[in-house]
């Protein structure tokens, strides 16, 4: 396992999300190690990330000093998770949102983890006290849940589970300061984190003023596409369609399950 002066950060699930942190880690000259249990899916993401980058530089949007060649060279594949995590200052993990999954990829990382490595998920709703509970290395456990599109969007909410050990918060924080996002501290755990719960308050008042019949709803981004040109440059626009779908779900038990979610949320909006 080749080694960074800044540290390696394994990314386990290499999907959207995962493909976000490592762009964003590399840009910051952290080495990153991307693994994933379809390991085509690994070689995939590397070419779509050259990709991405390639247009990022050509519109002057790269992040960080490094060019293209140099972040590239910073990035590794692994079909071996043993072998990932060693060298390791942080573990990202990213498969999709679901509970028993998640659990059973952090049994296996705490079987193979140290006593230093950060163990983070990039979960948009699971309580760290669900997920991480039980685990021997429950003190380095945290959530660094992500917004989507991660490159352009910085904001990082960091939930500690309730045994997380405070250094370990800060020592989180600073990562992810040092890879240019603006970590955002937790001080407990709480249904929706602070993000989804601003972003459904206000989707719900939206939905009420619409309902009262006080205004209409706006068009969406796509409907405005067809009447208009769509703007010479904006960063959201250059990405491909695929950065701005709402958080995946992956079956529809899992939908039923956030919409209900949703529901509660916007219900418990005095
Ligand atoms: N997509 C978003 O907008 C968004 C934003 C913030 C947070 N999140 C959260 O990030 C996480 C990942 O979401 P995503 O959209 O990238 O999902 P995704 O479906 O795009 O990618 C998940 C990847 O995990 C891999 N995988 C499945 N099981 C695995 C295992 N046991 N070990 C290693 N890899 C495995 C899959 O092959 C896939 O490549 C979820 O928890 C999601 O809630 C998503």
Redesign the pocket.
């Known amino acids: 396992m080749s080694w960074c002066e800044k540290g390696n950060i394994l990314i386990?699930?290499?999907?959207?999300?995962?493909r976000s942190w490592a762009m964003v880690a590399v840009s910051a000259g952290y080495r990153v190690v991307l693994?994933?249990?379809?390991h085509q899916?690994v070689t995939n993401t590397i070419q779509i990330i050259r990709q991405q980058l390639n247009e990022l530089e050509g519109s002057g949007n790269l992040r960080g000093t490094l060019k293209v060649e140099e972040q590239m060279l910073l990035i590794s594949a692994c079909s071996d998770l043993a072998q990932g995590v060693e060298g390791a200052i942080l573990i990202q993990e990213?498969?999709?949102?679901n509970l028993e999954?998640k659990r059973?990829?952090f049994q296996e990382l705490d079987d193979l983890m140290n006593d230093d490595v950060i163990l983070s998920s990039?979960?948009?709703c699971l309580l760290p006290s669900k997920l991480f509970s039980g685990l021997k290395h429950v003190k380095q456990c945290i959530v660094s849940?992500?917004?989507?599109p991660t490159y352009y969007i910085p904001l990082v909410e960091l939930v500690p589970h309730p045994e997380t050990n405070p250094a370990v918060l800060e020592r989180t924080y600073k990562l992810m300061k040092d890879i240019g996002q603006t970590p955002v501290k937790l001080m407990k755990e709480i249904d929706g984190f602070v993000l989804n719960r601003i972003q459904y308050a206000i989707i719900g008042e939206s939905w009420r003023l619409v309902k009262a019949g006080i205004t209409q709803a706006p068009l969406t981004v796509r409907e405005r596409e067809a009447k208009e040109s769509p703007p010479k440059s904006s960063n959201v626009q250059d990405l491909p369609p695929e950065h701005l779908?709402?958080?995946?779900v992956?079956s529809q038990d899992h939908k039923i399950k956030e919409q209900k979610q949703v529901t509660r949320l916007i219900e418990s909006v005095p």
């Open positions: 386990v699930g290499s999907g959207i999300v995962g693994y994933d249990t379809v899916q990213c498969v999709p949102e999954l059973k990829v990039s979960t948009s849940h992500p917004v989507n779908q709402p958080h995946r992956q």
